[in-house]
């Protein structure tokens, strides 16, 4: 069941319908991953939950924990895959918040030293087919 104030029709409701195409890296029954279309760092990847929750506070408390098990397994296969020397990661709540879309999801951004993040919308698109391809090998070798 959809939590209050959930959009069926926000896009990453239509990513996990397959209506909109995604970069995927890792699905199963309780998360998706894909690469964030506008990346802050190079592999910038998003984790969001199956359950149709609007924020972190609308997720029921017994779907968190496997959905932050899989924020960390992909969080993981970022900073291997990437090579990264540090991660960031960060999710946003309610546009107050800096929540754009409004299905939860975690940002995990490979950081390296001495590399500040890039400004909102102004990622390489080119580079996020080999980023994610980099990032499934390193979920396949956890
Ligand atoms: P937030 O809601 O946490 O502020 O951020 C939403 C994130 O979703 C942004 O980093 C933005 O670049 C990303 N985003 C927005 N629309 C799309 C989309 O259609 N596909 C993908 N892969 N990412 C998107």
Redesign the pocket.
């Known amino acids: 069941m959809p939590t209050p104030d959930y959009d069926p029709q926000n896009?990453?409701a239509k990513?996990l319908r397959g209506e909109?195409p995604?970069?995927k890296i890792f699905e199963d029954d309780v998360a998706l991953a894909?690469?964030?279309?506008?990346p802050?760092a190079d592999g910038?990847a998003?984790v969001i939950p199956k359950t149709p929750a609007r924020g972190f506070l609308d997720m029921p408390p017994d779907a968190l924990g496997p959905y932050m098990a899989r924020v960390q397994k992909v969080a993981a296969a970022v900073k291997s895959g990437m090579n990264a020397d540090g991660l960031t990661i960060?999710?946003?709540n309610e546009s107050a918040g800096?929540?754009?879309?409004?299905h939860l999801?975690f940002?995990i951004l490979p950081r390296r030293e001495g590399v500040a993040l890039r400004p909102?919308?102004a990622?390489d698109k080119a580079s996020i087919e080999a980023h994610a391809e980099k990032i499934r090998r390193a979920i396949e070798a956890l």
């Open positions: 896009i990453f990513i909109m995604c970069h894909f690469m964030d279309i506008f802050r910038h998003l960060q999710q946003f800096g929540q754009v879309v409004f999801h940002h909102p919308g990622g």
